[in-house]
């Protein structure tokens, strides 16, 4: 602690628990360059939470992708089943005559003789 509460946040806001192990690592393996050891820990700490806030952003976008892709299969499927359904009423009402005029149609003589 500074004294000075703006630096003060600041580095626990970025060095956060990051800082702590790391001297704890450092006071554990005795390094020959300790500056070196506790610039490389935080380089590598730093990097890893790039790495997991960047992971988190695309399988954020992962999943808004997904869910957008989900709610377009669902709005084809309904447009589908809204386009089967018209087309079902459509044959029986009016596409298709009634099954009794089949047998008239299919009665009838192919060709009438001219006389």
């Not at 610039?39 to 997991?52: G, I």
């Not at 976008?61 to 089943?81: F, I, V």
């Not at 809204?82 to 596409?95: C, E, I, P, S, V």
């Amino acid at each position: 602690k500074t004294g000075d509460p703006v630096y003060d946040t600041f580095i626990k806001r970025s060095l956060g628990t990051l800082l702590p192990d790391c001297i704890k690592q450092l006071a554990e393996s005795r390094p020959a360059d300790p500056i070196e050891f506790i610039s490389n820990s935080l380089y590598k700490a730093v990097d890893s939470q790039l790495y997991k806030r960047e992971k988190e952003k695309y399988l954020h976008a992962c999943l808004q992708e997904s869910a957008l892709l989900q709610k377009e299969r669902e709005e084809r499927k309904a447009r589908m089943d809204m386009l089967l359904q018209a087309h079902r009423d459509n044959k029986f009402t009016l596409g298709v005559p009634p099954r009794g005029l089949y047998r008239l149609f299919i009665n009838l003589p192919l060709h009438v003789a001219s006389g």
